[in-house]
């Protein structure tokens, strides 16, 4: 554990604390709260008196920067760092990289969405990527209990605000880039100049693997690069089946073609799977092996997983982007026996242009579709709702602005093979109103719903 904090609520005596000034609080505020705690050095911009040693300088952020790098990068980077960017995919394929590691008896480590996994250790994380100062103390005691191998998402805003500065990785993977996140990078060059950030931290004898079916993967070059796809790429998909709970690959690299069976459903899946697959064999290990315990893992919680409900299913999965909603919803309804029902919102304070663009493809792709709250967070839900409505071009659609309400009005629906895709929170266990963070949970919602059936 750093002795050094930047939130003074976790000092403890002996600690150094960083008064730093982010958007909506600032760190010098906190100064004497750290030094009740124990702080007994603190550095800052604004010069006060204080009854400890200070160091006063004039940019807080920086010295954090600089004095992590400075101490403890090269000894990060003695480990295998592999980095997933991309606008979806990145927590399912980093997940299953983090599975097979494990199972081929490798001791690895996972930073992303879904928390921070290590052996035992879980913790919950509030971003993607961490602030730089909790991910070099995520790294580093996992490094001490004797982690070989950190994999992560890599997020556009990390790339944006450095917060992997110092880090060096082995491999780094480029799943896809598609419309998100537009309120902070504002245009999609932004949004392309912020993930290709990550070739600057690739190191000299490093490997990118890129998507090759992806229109952006053109930018993403490297002089050791591999490629993935269904038609072109080192990896090439030559068949594969989309059964009721699996599916069925056919794998082609270096002419020689391998017959993989998955615990994943859905074409995009596959795409994810490649690249995983790309990852392991580009790190060396063998591709059999590496096919054998394919078979022992599973997509992470709240990534299209399924439920049975009557007789349809219910899926629970985090896509909130256009893309990821097109891609699952067309991706059901090219095996469909029934209806496609979908429940699906969009988040408050989060980028309105995405909004009509996914009432729009909800509509147009699925047979129904119940539109309620995602994460309305400060924002009235009401402006929200009527930025979705505004792409919507059908009448088949209700707006349940109650998200338990909408999801049991959906379970209630799912007859004859119906499936029911409810869509945007995923792994979540909280929903965001106001300033509030409640306990909310899409699955947790349909398993208590099961039990008033059985």
């Given at each position: ?102 199972k081929l008896g490798q001791k690895v480590a996972y930073i992303g969405t879904i928390g921070y996994y290590f052996e035992d ?334």
């Open positions: 554990m750093l002795k050094i904090k930047i939130d003074s609520r976790k000092i403890e005596k002996g600690d150094t604390f960083v008064a730093l000034k982010g958007t909506n609080v600032d760190g010098h505020d906190y100064i004497k709260q750290a030094l009740l705690n124990g702080a007994t050095k603190v550095v800052l911009e604004k010069d006060q008196e204080l009854s400890c040693e200070k160091i006063l300088v004039k940019d807080t952020k920086k010295w954090l920067d600089d004095y992590l790098v400075n101490h403890y990068a090269a000894q990060i980077n003695e480990l295998t760092l592999i980095g997933v960017t991309g606008t979806n995919g990145k927590t399912t394929s980093c997940f299953l990289i983090y599975q097979l590691l494990k250790d879980f913790q919950e994380l509030p971003n993607t990527t961490p602030n730089i100062l909790d991910l070099y103390d995520l790294i580093l005691t996992a490094l001490e209990k004797g982690c070989q191998y950190v994999v992560m998402e890599v997020s556009s805003h990390a790339l944006d605000l450095q917060r992997i500065a110092g880090l060096k990785f082995k491999i780094v993977g480029f799943t896809n880039l598609t419309q998100d996140h537009l309120d902070y990078h504002k245009t999609m060059e932004n949004y392309l100049k912020a993930k290709l950030k990550i070739i600057d931290y690739l190191k000299e004898d490093g490997i990118l693997i890129v998507n090759n079916d992806d229109s952006y993967s053109k930018y993403f070059k490297f002089k050791q690069r591999k490629t993935f796809g269904f038609e072109k790429g080192d990896y090439i998909v030559e068949e594969y089946k989309d059964k009721i709970e699996k599916s069925y690959l056919k794998l082609k690299t270096k002419n020689i073609s391998y017959e993989i069976i998955l615990n994943l459903k859905n074409k995009f899946n596959i795409y994810n799977y490649l690249l995983v697959f790309a990852i392991l064999d580009s790190l060396g290990f063998n591709k059999e092996e590496i096919i054998n315990k394919t078979k022992d893992i599973y997509p992470p919680k709240g990534r299209c997983e399924q439920i049975k409900v009557h007789d349809g299913l219910a899926i629970i999965d985090y896509a909130h982007t256009p893309d990821a909603v097109l891609k699952i919803i067309t991706s059901f309804k090219e095996n469909k026996t029934s209806k496609i029902i979908t429940i699906v919102g969009c988040g408050g304070d989060r980028d309105p242009k995405k909004r009509p663009i996914m009432g729009d493809i909800a509509t147009t792709y699925s047979d129904y579709v119940i539109f309620t709250n995602d994460n309305p967070r400060t924002e009235d839900p009401i402006t929200i709702m009527d930025g979705i409505i505004k792409g919507v071009k059908t009448d088949n659609y209700e707006i349940i602005y109650d998200r338990k309400e909408a999801i049991l009005k959906g379970l209630s629906l799912i007859k004859n093979n119906t499936i029911l895709l409810v869509l945007g929170k995923g792994h979540e266990n909280y929903q965001i109103i106001g300033q509030k963070k409640i306990h909310f949970d899409d699955k947790e919602i349909i398993q208590n719903y099961l039990k008033t059936l059985s």
